[in-house]
Nanobody
Framework: QSQLEQSGGGSVQPGESLRLSCVAS????????IVWFRQAPGKEREEILC????????TFADFAKGRFTVSSDSAKNAVYLQVDNLKPEDTGVYFC???????????????????WGQGTQVTVSA
């Protein structure tokens, strides 16, 4: 039903890892940028990384460098967000979104997102 289907969230202890999945339907253009966001309770949504639809390169937010990595499976039309050494402050809802257009398909980009995933909850606690 959604053009971006997410999974992989859950409850883990600090130091553990998760791989979040974002599977795109046939309606999501392969040249769209894919952006991962997260939103902690009571806080504004923040961008984790942007994967360019132009050349596939990835731009990470400063806080995400090192512990966050992105990969893809073209056969499954999927993008994965790997988060290592999870910390309690990583708790929140994680979203993927797709953005196209001249200004939107690159990283950094701008403009409205054509598609959003439903979000997946990540909870990190001891």
């Amino acid at each position: 039903q959604s053009q971006l289907e997410q999974s992989g969230g859950g409850s883990v202890q600090p130091g553990e890892s998760l791989r979040l999945s974002c599977v795109a339907s046939q309606f999501v253009h392969r040249q769209y940028a894919i952006v991962w966001f997260r939103q902690a309770p009571g806080k504004e949504r923040e961008e984790i990384l942007c994967r360019s639809g132009i050349d596939g390169s990835t731009t990470f937010a400063d806080f995400a460098k090192g512990r966050f990595t992105v990969s893809s499976d073209s056969a499954k039309n999927a993008v994965y967000l790997q988060v290592d050494n999870l910390k309690p402050e990583d708790t929140g809802v994680y979203f993927c979104a797709a953005r196209g257009g001249f200004s939107g398909s690159k990283c950094p980009g701008r403009g409205e997102f054509q598609h959003w995933g439903q979000g997946t909850q990540v909870t990190v606690s001891a």
